[in-house]
């Protein structure tokens, strides 16, 4: 199946375009979860069980991973074999670095942990790129526009050529594209304005939208901007951190109910 | 000690500027090590051992150490055990995110693995970056201008304030870099010309210097064009890769003595 189609099968399985974020902190858990053998994998799972009817794909933020260290691997596995198989996986990594080196990651995220896509730095341009652009079935999300503040430091920083620098990674995004019609670019949900000018600047590529619930967008002002266009919505505090007690798991699978 | 003082201490001591960046491929190893219980540990302690006293830092190149999969956490932390207290480490994880993700990769890099040191993506801007600038014991080696062909992508962009962005980032690292003096700047040796110009827009930043060897940069120009600021330069498979066969950590230090 192409990356494509991936998210057709998913949203229309789901009905939603809601990603949950498992940015999960091991030094965060609910309580009732520190006898388990490995909590975080506990609480993914017991997320996982309440929200899978609702979401159209579950990300994991990488650097809780990296920061779980020993229980990395074995937690980012079993995570991933515990999502419905025909829900998607995003491992937002947000990696970039040089082509052999790039080879190096797409190895780790898209062959042994096996995501359907992650999440990519476009700042060094094409050659960084391409090693994760070789696969029709692997999707890669280049950060656009980002949701927080500080995107205005480069992100905003107007061109010769008359485009802000995100309009001009989002172009190059769009030649990438063409090829396996396998990139995407990440926009926040913070900035409808620029949302909408950026769908109507790439209308084929599909969005991964952060930023909404904790961050401050809204889930309304994203379906409006976004119009028609193929996007995946990721809540991850507004959903996992809903509660911190005993009914953790319902109270996401409540908070997730607002956001499809 | 502070991060300056740590490699003013530990280039006295390797009376270099050689990083041996340790790009370890479990896929690329030499024969010899297979029967090995971790063999790029195994092949880590054994480039150390040739090149502690001509290297005045090791860098690990985080991309091979994560597609090791379960031996992520324990290679990384026995390489660092086992690296000289007096040589300074590098993650070269070149992470950047939204706050909260940042200080948890701040969490992961400078206080569980505690490498001296690590490179970040500045793309998404300041607040991405603080998280990472809040201890003046661990630097920050920012990405200015990359050593890759596609730099020309995005780095070299015109921006209508008359300056490149690879020289805004620069304005930028220098401002971010006035509270505690941590941070640092990664400029490419295969760009000479623009390194001798960066060198003279930020005199004080350490830079560390990767493409020297197989990508196509020279020592002697980069010593020439660097002049008298402090810099790290980093060079990896012209010293790890000098030899697959059973002479190749004595091939390492052969290879490490032509880059000091």
Redesign the interface.
């Known amino acids: 199946m192409t990356f494509l189609e991936k998210i057709k099968s998913a949203q229309e399985k789901s009905r939603s375009m809601l990603c949950v974020g498992l ?1 999960t ?1 091991h030094h965060k858990l609910p309580d009732i979860l520190r006898t388990e053998p490995n909590p975080v994998l506990a609480f993914n799972k017991a997320i996982i069980d309440a929200t899978s009817d609702l979401a159209c794909c579950y990300k994991l ?1 990488m ?2 991973y ?2 779980y ?2 229980r ?3 937690t980012v596995q079993s995570t991933l074999e515990y999502i419905p198989k025909h829900i998607l996986t995003i491992g ?1 990594v ?9 080879e ?2 797409a ?3 898209q062959e ?1 942990f096996a995501f359907d896509a992650i999440t990519i ?9 391409e090693p994760f652009l070789r696969r029709e079935d692997r999707g890669v999300f280049f ?1 656009g526009l ?10 905003y ?5 008359g485009k802000k ?1 995100y309009e ?2 989002t172009d ?1 995004v769009c030649e990438w594209n063409e090829p396996k019609k396998n990139a995407g670019l990440v926009v926040g949900a913070t900035k409808p304005h620029e949302l909408r000018a950026l769908r109507a600047r790439a209308p084929e590529l599909p969005f991964l939208i952060p930023g909404v619930g904790t ?1 401050g967008g809204t889930i309304e002002e994203v379906k409006e901007a976004n119009g028609k266009g193929i996007a995946i919505v990721n809540v991850s505090r507004g959903i996992i951190a809903a509660s911190k007690g005993k009914d953790f798991a319902e109270a996401a699978r409540r908070a997730a109910m607002t956001f499809v």
Chains 1, 2 share one sequence.
Not at 146 to 155: H, I, M, Q, V
């Open positions: 940015d902190d933020q650097a809780y990296e920061a260290g020993e990395f691997y074995e937002d947000k990696r970039g670095d040089i082509g052999a080196t790039s190096k990651y190895y780790a995220y042994m730095n476009p700042l060094m341009g094409f050659d960084a790129a950060l980002t949701s927080n503040p500080s995107a205005r430091d480069f992100e920083l107007e061109l010769t050529n620098l001009e990674i190059k961050q």
